[in-house]
């Protein structure tokens, strides 16, 4: 019995353990949690950045002149129906 006793033991040691940690607010606030926008990219980006960016590009008139030609509707629905027959 004592083996088993041993293999018992050998066991709950190999078992992982978990504890509970506190939780690192320190008022009930959400917004706490948060780090300064400011200091990051991505979704946590200043929100006011986006009003800081420049407007559209407007290309001059020689490359304007020189892009293709939009295509009539009735091009596009030819092609459309085209490609999904």
């Given amino acids: 019995?004592?083996?088993?006793?041993?293999?018992q033991e050998n066991d709950r040691k190999q078992e992982p353990s978990f504890n509970i940690l506190p939780h690192p607010?320190?008022?009930n606030n959400p917004a706490?949690?948060?780090n300064d926008p400011g200091q990051h990219g991505g979704l946590q980006a200043v929100a006011a950045s986006a009003y800081?960016?420049?407007g559209p590009h407007i290309p001059s008139g020689?490359?304007?002149e020189s892009l293709e030609k939009?295509?009539?509707r009735e091009k596009l629905r030819a092609e459309a129906k085209e490609l999904n027959s």
Avoid at 1 to 7: R, T
Wanted: proline letters at 9%; hydrophobic letters at 25%.
């Fill in 70 to 72: 939009p295509k009539s």
């Fill in 62 to 64: 020689p490359i304007a």
């Fill in 52 to 54: 800081n960016a420049k």
């Fill in 25 to 27: 607010a320190n008022t």
């Fill in 1 to 7: 019995m004592s083996d088993n006793n041993k293999k």
């Fill in 32 to 34: 706490d949690l948060n």
